[in-house]
């Protein structure tokens, strides 16, 4: 079974959730397997390592310890939660095991992503939001979209290709309607 919880018509309830979620989502990436799970959704969008590099973003700065006891009573409070993380890892391994080469792309790719966080960021340090780390970016970083793109939150992000989509420079119209990479670097926020 799923979940075992004291009502089989809960466990029922569950499956057929389960089912109909199954129908709506092609592919569930698996935290724990992050790389992974981006190799795979490259190969089934046909991107590239550029299309999927990273930078933590929200990494924080100390790791609280979770004892055994405190994740047995997270788990026994989220059955339904762990039935569908079960359930998803498990379909994630069936696709793993289908895709010829994978492993030998997931090294490839992390060796890319280190190499790209090695000319993006001179160095990491805790920031004010939440004590995240936050990236200072070498000078071929803060003249390079990608790097640029990779240590912004997201919705200052938008807002910036939001402005340049509309021809609106932060301190008024901008000439050609394009953001520069000068615009993007002042404006980012990374706090």
Known sequence: A??????????????????NLDQELEL??????????????????????????YLKSLESASKPHVSEETKAMIFDFQKIDAAIYDYYNKTFWNKISKEEGIFEDLEKFQRY??????????????????????YELTEFG????????????????????????????????????????????KNRDTS
């Open 2 to 19: 799923l979940v075992s919880t004291q009502s089989t018509g809960k466990t029922l309830e569950v499956e057929k959730f389960i089912a």
């Open 28 to 53: 569930v990436l698996v935290m724990e397997y992050f790389d992974l799970s981006l190799v795979l959704l490259a190969r089934q969008f046909c991107w590239t390592f550029e299309d999927i590099a």
């Open 113 to 134: 992503n280190e190499a790209t966080k090695d000319k993006c960021v001179s160095q990491k340090k805790v920031g004010n939001f939440q004590f995240t780390m936050q």
């Open 142 to 185: 803060k003249n390079d979209f990608q790097c640029l793109a990779m240590t912004s939150r997201v919705l200052p992000f938008v807002h910036l290709l939001e402005k340049r989509n509309q021809g609106i420079h932060s301190d008024g119209p901008h000439q050609s309607g394009m953001l520069t990479l000068d615009d993007v670097y």
